[in-house]
């Protein structure tokens, strides 16, 4: 890191990644390492990276120096320390990640944790796997045993679509499936040597079958059943397998769709029907002209080619074992792309190609084999370049690290579209005089409901220190205002961060207000921000004992049996998120089941489905966070 002189250097830092400031005195006041280091070291290696500054202060965006008389020492103490097992189990730090800074004759020290990679984790501390953290906000939180467990499972270096699964046959494969696929092989490539092979010498071509020299067995891979296996078979192996393709009629969130493909059990359920009924479906309205090559129609739109890709890298980098559902989305405004498991390699990395450490390999080489992708380390290059020529705005591609998936969103906007700097002309005065990466800032506000310094440094060439300057510049004007975590809004956004909400003197624990609602009996008391729509419901034990019991009638199957499916859960909690927005451990509780259960197996699939929304929608992962019934 260069060195740095200034606070304000270290605020604008802020926007560009996460900090964590720590005091460092020790009892001599010489300073010393702390011992919540270690957790937010551990948070920072298994989420995204961070920076962790040594002898600063902070409190409530405002720092302060204290500084440290010996930086030496505390160096060296953090050496000794990653060198042994006891502290903690990976060491991802060298002398290139600890910069001592001079600010105000006082020294405070720098030290950048980078993201560790999948075969590193869990990254955890004190001897135990079970001190193992993630970063969420601004805070540090241990990770459950099932989130731990699949950091392990995700480390080995051995891919899991290439296991042999002991006891299955061809009887477990759909033929109608298979016979497609191959026909699909001849038609493109009437030559090859495929074309001339018997099924299981096919099927161990391209990786769907496989036999273990040690034991001598051979039978179906995780691949092979997952691309041409029935729906019964594959959900044997993978009890949280989903797929889901939904097109809404507007460009909004909602729960409404016009059409849907699920594995709802009306079709085989596999990979190479559900690639099949998507692409076409997903490039049904575009128009692509028409060419032949070697007798086949061959793709001449950027648009389809980049749909295509995108399609194939969902299917290709899904975490199958995950008990979260693929899910994409087609609306007039956007396609939008969600795969379970989050990048094994970085953003950069992606943009650039080339390096490519792909999740499930032997279904790539599948898709690779009947066009449906390109060459390892090429998709995401394809999209950005391809979407680029046809003058969209930049692709979003990003983690969601708190629900351990990938996102990959497609706007059919240009960089500045005509009706939003309409619009934008009519409300702020002198818009026009303002320059390219103002308007920039605040079309893409405007456009995607809010704007973060890191969407903007993927959509600009401006340097990073600009983009900084010029979002606090537009704050000070009243043309932007910024929320609780590192997203900025119009001024005229509807809009409450957590912190303002909770902090709200007229705000009482355990149920906030929000604006009049007949079916909680709460009213709205007005506290110099703006209200969220429904009240907040954050402890059960502060609500009138007639309102609680209400909501736990609701509950009484779920509270009653251990498990329930999708289909029963659901309604339940749709039920209990009527009128109000409810926390996550409120709603853990009623339905008696843990809360990273609830999170990630009902309400990130049910919020993209567009059936419950959020009370603070810019802090998606705010511990604080309420759900609520879309209406």
């Not at 499972?153 to 296991?163: K, L, Q, T, V, W």
């Not at 060419?291 to 969902?314: H, P, W, Y």
């Not at 990395?349 to 084999?369: E, F, T, V, Y």
């Amino acid at each position: 890191m260069k060195k740095i002189n200034s606070l304000h250097k270290i605020s604008s830092l802020k926007e560009d990644c996460e900090i964590e400031c720590k005091l460092a005195n020790g009892e001599s006041g010489k300073g010393k390492l702390p011992k919540s280091f270690w957790e937010t070291y551990s948070s920072f290696a298994n989420t995204s990276g961070g920076i962790i500054f040594l002898g600063l202060g902070e409190n409530k965006g405002d720092f302060s120096i204290v500084g440290i008389k010996n930086p030496n020492n505390v160096k060296q103490e953090l050496f000794d320390a990653l060198q042994n097992p006891q502290k903690v189990n990976v060491n991802l730090l060298n002398n290139n990640n600890i910069t001592v800074h001079r600010i105000d004759d006082k020294n405070i020290i720098s030290i950048e944790v980078p993201k560790a990679c999948w075969s590193q984790k869990p990254v955890y501390i004190s001897g135990n796997p079970a001190c193992t953290y993630k970063r969420l906000n601004e805070g540090d939180y241990k990770c459950s045993e099932q989130e731990i467990k699949h950091m392990m499972a995700e480390s080995s270096n051995d891919p899991h679509d290439s296991m042999l699964l002991k006891g299955y046959s061809l009887d477990d494969l759909n033929a109608e499936s298979l016979g497609a696929y191959r026909q699909l092989i001849s038609s493109r490539k009437p030559s090859h040597t495929l074309n001339t092979l018997g099924t299981i010498d096919f099927l161990m071509s391209i990786g769907a079958w496989k036999k273990d020299r040690a034991s001598k067995e051979d039978g179906l891979t995780v691949a092979g059943l997952l691309m041409f296996g029935k729906l019964s078979s594959i959900q044997e192996v993978l009890p949280h397998y989903a797929l889901d393709y939904v097109e809404r009629p507007r460009s909004i969130t909602e729960n409404r769709w016009n059409y849907r493909i699920y594995t709802d059990g009306t079709w085989s359920g596999n990979l190479f029907d559900f690639y099949n009924k998507v692409y076409s479906r997903l490039t049904e309205d575009i128009k692509i002209p028409f060419a032949l090559e070697e007798g086949q129609r061959k793709e001449n739109s950027s648009i389809s080619i980049v749909l295509r890709e995108a399609l194939a890298n969902t299917l290709c980098h899904a975490d199958y074992r995950s008990n979260k559902s693929i899910l994409i989305v087609k609306r007039p405004d956007m396609f939008g792309f969600r795969n379970p498991g989050g990048m094994r390699v970085s953003l950069e990395n992606a943009k650039d190609g080339g390096l490519s450490l792909c999740r499930n390999p032997k279904i790539h080489q599948m898709l690779l084999h009947i066009g449906a992708c390109e060459r390892a380390g090429t998709g995401i290059p394809t999209i950005y370049s391809k979407w680029g020529e046809e003058g969209y705005r930049t692709p979003m591609l990003h983690e969601d690290t708190a629900n351990d998936t990938t996102l990959l969103e497609l706007r059919l906007a240009s960089l500045l579209p005509t009706d939003i700097m309409t619009e934008l002309e009519k409300s702020i005065p002198d818009f026009t005089e303002l320059t390219q990466l103002e308007k920039t800032i605040l079309v893409t506000a405007k456009l995607e409901e809010h704007v973060t310094h890191k969407r903007i440094c993927e959509i600009s060439s401006e340097h990073s220190r600009d983009i900084t300057e010029t979002l606090q510049k537009l704050v000070s004007k009243n043309l932007l205002k910024k929320t609780g975590h590192k997203s900025y809004l119009l001024p005229d956004t509807n809009y409450t961060s957590a912190n303002d909400y909770y902090n709200s003197k007229s705000s009482t624990p355990g149920v906030s207000s929000g604006r009049k609602d007949q079916s909680s009996g709460h009213k709205d008391q007005s506290s110099g921000h703006k209200n969220l729509d429904l009240p907040v419901i954050s402890d059960l034990n502060k609500i009138p004992e007639s309102q609680k019991a209400s909501l736990e009638k609701m509950c009484t199957l779920s509270r009653s049996k251990d498990r329930l499916s999708k289909k029963e859960m659901i309604p339940i909690i749709l039920s209990i998120c009527k009128g109000h927005y409810i926390s996550l451990s409120c709603i853990a509780e009623l339905l008696n089941r843990n809360t990273d259960t609830i999170r990630k197996s009902y309400l990130t699939d049910m919020k993209d489905e567009g059936l419950l929304k959020l009370a603070f929608p810019a802090e998606p992962n705010d511990p604080r966070q309420g759900y609520a019934t879309v209406e």
